[in-house]
């Protein structure tokens, strides 16, 4: 991967300071990474014409690309609302979590992304995580630590908590996909469509296709009979609106229409 | 571009999962498990380190180096998020394993990919400290915080505070004039604060710990009382003149009107200015003979 055809960019402050803002962030949505764009040329090199954010990010990551380390774009399992994280490919995700987090509490996170990776529903419930904690490694962890402890992963985007369940925040797919896959080769789900990991989405009842709902959203757009690309058998599912970002902020799928997308899987 | 690195990451068993998590030692709090932190790096490459097993020394190639290049980087990176000092003897034994004898020339590289990339100065801490601290060599401007969102250091006030207070008391202070001072801000040692949390501990053990103040007890004090001066990520990292300009923007006054200190910040920035040996750069020949010092 070093003797890459690509020409190699260059950095400027603009670059750089985008870089470290965006690692102290650890994840960002696309319009907040726009506008941190825009902040770092303002504060540099405001007489510049500012590249395509996309051409911005290529520019960087074709320097990364020697360290190993790459701005990531995904997109949220739920509504699809595209982010960027900055994603280490030379060592794994968990030597980068290791420097916030015990070993317990890392036992714990590894625990609760077992669960979530082995459910049918991409989600653990909290009463079930915390069933664990006796068998956690290094210090003893009470219930309501272990509670508090979820919180802090929630908050540093790692995970996502929904009604008392939790399930990998956008972020921790980005970063741990291969981690993933690498560890877990037997438990892991893939889309029919993107073919990327999948945690969350919906199921054929049929041959047991999975997709995700931003995946289905897109494929089925317009669609009144969705039928399984795969078995082409009838899609039993409510079809998710495709993210727009002119509605930002709200959500495309409201709580309740998601839980029952999510019941009726089983 | 992902495809090319899947093979690096092997499947694994159960057991290997289980030590591949056990690795809390890089949390400089954890308490350490007496096994695994004896292990190299736990890093997607080491499988195949091991499995090339080139002991001792030996030629490396330009791929294996890059590697080590990227993997130092990255634990340069994350360690410096807690801004606790990065050790030497750390380095080796958590990222370099059998390329130690490279260090000198392994930190070198990776020092000038953190300037290049992303703006940060890799310094050794003290001369001889073996202790290495990342120095942003970017300005911070008000509106990082903004864009940083709820994310930034709400901190690094207080910090700059305690500094101005530092620098304005002729550098050494008593912590009972420190307290005095922040409890007409509203901050008091023993309260938990709405931002700083516990500012005793804040001050006094993370501060210290980050190496931005010396801590220190005053001998022959009844009631005992210890002092603060600033410690030398501080003198890395700002100037006096940074932080007196900053006291006087506080008051709103001109550094000038406090023309003692005005003349010892001024005296600093010359004597900085003149060329000198630079002690701080992780320069190739001391490292290396401070390699058989610390790598016992
Ligand atoms: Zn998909
Ligand atoms: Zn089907």
């Known amino acids: ?266 | 571009m992902l495809q090319k690195h899947k093979s690096r990451i092997r499947p694994s068993s159960q057991g290997e999962r289980d030590r591949e998590w056990s690795r809390g030692e890089e949390a400089p709090s954890t308490s350490r498990g007496a096994g695994g932190s004896q292990e190299p790096r736990g890093s997607a490459s080491q499988g195949s380190r091991r499995s090339e097993a080139a002991p001792a020394v030996g030629p490396r190639t330009q791929k294996q180096l890059e590697l080590k290049v990227a993997e130092l980087v990255q634990f340069l990176l994350i360690k410096d998020q807690r801004k606790i000092p990065i050790k030497r003897a750390d380095i080796v034994k958590h990222v370099l394993g059998d390329y130690k004898d490279m260090f000198a020339d392994l930190l070198r590289r990776a020092a000038e990919r953190l300037q290049y990339v992303f703006g940060y100065k890799l310094v050794e801490l003290e001369p001889k400290s073996h202790s290495f601290i990342l120095i942003n060599t970017l300005e911070p401007v008000e509106e990082d915080a903004e864009v940083r969102g709820d994310q930034g250091t709400p901190t690094t006030g207080l910090l700059m505070i305690v500094l101005g207070l530092i620098f304005m008391k002729g550098n050494t202070i008593k912590e009972t004039e420190v307290w005095d001072f922040l409890r007409r801000l509203g901050v008091y040692p023993t309260k938990k604060h709405l931002i700083f949390g516990d500012p005793k501990k804040l001050i006094t053990e993370e501060f210290v710990r980050q190496r931005y103040l010396e801590y220190r007890r005053i001998p022959h004090t009844d009631p005992v009382d210890y002092e603060l001066q600033w410690g030398p990520r501080t003198n890395l990292e700002t100037s006096k003149m940074k932080v007196l300009k900053f006291v006087a923007k506080v008051h709103n006054q001109d550094p000038k009107d406090w023309p003692a200190q005005y003349c010892e910040a001024l005296a600093e920035e010359e004597a900085r200015a003149r060329p000198q040996p630079q002690p701080s750069a992780p320069a190739p020949s001391s490292s290396s003979s401070s390699a058989a010092a610390t790598s016992s």
């Open chain 1, 1 to 266: 991967m070093q003797s890459s055809s690509r020409r190699m960019g260059v950095m400027t402050d603009v670059h750089r300071r985008f870089l470290q803002l965006l690692m102290t962030h650890g994840v960002m949505e696309e319009r907040e990474v726009a506008h941190l764009q825009k902040h770092c040329y303002k504060v540099h090199d405001s007489s510049a014409t500012a590249d395509k954010l996309e051409d911005f990010i290529n520019n960087i990551n074709s320097v990364l690309e020697s360290l190993y380390i790459e701005i990531k774009k995904g997109i949220t399992e739920d509504d699809g609302r595209p982010i960027y994280a900055l994603v280490n490919l030379a060592t794994t995700p968990v030597s980068k979590m290791a420097s916030d987090y015990a070993e317990n509490e890392l036992d714990l996170f590894r625990k609760a992304l077992e669960l979530i990776i082995d459910s049918e529903s991409g989600f653990a419930s909290s009463t079930n995580i915390l069933n664990l904690v006796d068998q956690l490694k290094g210090k003893r962890m009470r219930k309501k630590e272990a509670e508090q402890v979820l919180q802090k992963f929630v908050q540093n985007k790692w995970l996502i908590e929904k009604e008392g369940e939790f399930t990998l925040h956008g972020r921790a797919i980005l970063e741990m996909e291969q981690y993933i896959r690498g560890m877990y080769p037997d438990s892991v789900k893939t889309c029919n469509i993107c073919h990327g990991l999948l945690i969350q989405g919906q199921s054929c009842e049929t041959c047991g296709i999975r997709m995700h709902l931003p995946c289905v959203a897109k494929y089925f757009q317009a669609n009144p009979e969705p039928h399984c690309p795969h078995c082409n058998d009838y899609w039993p599912h409510e079809i998710p609106e495709v993210f727009d970002p002119e509605k930002e902020g709200e959500p495309t799928i409201s709580r309740p229409h998601r839980k029952s997308l999510r019941s009726r899987q089983h």
